[in-house]
Every structure is written in C-alpha cells, then in structure tokens.
C-alpha cells in the first residue's frame, strides 16, 4: 500500500505559478513511477505528466508541455508539479498517483492520492 497527499493547490490568476506536492507513505515510494492528473466535473481524468522511478524519464500531455515540470525526490518520498503560465482553462482538481508501469493511462496507476484544487482566473 501507498498513500498519497496532495498539497500545494490554490487560487491564482493567469499567467501565474503554483506549484503543487505530493507525499508518499508505506510502502518504498523509488519502487513506483508516479504520475499527475487532473480533472473537471463532468470529464473524464486527464493526464498530464508521468515521471519514472528513478526521475530519468518523464513524459507531458502537450496541453502542459513547456509549462509543467514534474520532478520527484526519492530520498524525501515526494514529488511535485510546477506549473507555470497558468491559464483558466487549468482549472481542476489535481491528483497524483503511483504506478507499477510508466504510463499514461490512468487504469495503470494503483494508488491514488485524494486531489487538490486549483483555480485559475482570468
């Protein structure tokens, strides 16, 4: 078992910046890739960045390409999103997950952390 909390979630305008955490307990957080999603009501989960075990390989929706970076430090069981140029329509809830696969698909993640809400203005 893994458990995952989100933090770093809030109001911002566009064009700005937050950047958004996420702790890992249980079981050896290095042993799993890791992965953040979003999603608005109504819409399905959508992903927007996937990192791997050892923080080598990552892999960006292109709707955040450029402006997210995901990284994850393994000797503190974390991993964070920073996303830049905020725009509204990156209003969500944010959530990250745990893996056994590198992988886009939200079906392949196996733990899942409870979300974090982020507003965007304009």
């Known amino acids: 078992q893994v458990q995952l909390v989100e933090s770093g979630g809030g109001s911002v305008q566009a064009g700005g910046s937050l950047r958004l955490s996420c702790a890992a307990s249980g079981r050896t957080f290095s042993e799993y890739a890791m992965g953040w999603f979003r999603q608005v009501p109504g819409k399905e989960r959508e992903f927007l960045a996937s990192i791997g075990r050892g923080g080598t390989y990552t892999d960006y929706a292109d709707s955040v390409k450029g402006r997210f970076t995901i990284s994850r430090d393994n000797a503190k069981n974390t991993m964070s999103l920073q996303m830049n140029s905020l725009k509204p329509e990156d209003t969500a809830v944010y959530y990250c997950?745990?893996?056994?696969?590198?992988?886009?698909?939200?079906?392949?993640?196996?733990?899942w952390g409870r979300g974090t809400q982020v507003t965007v203005s304009s």
């Open positions: 997950a745990a893996s056994s696969l590198y992988s886009r698909w939200a079906n392949d993640y196996d733990y």
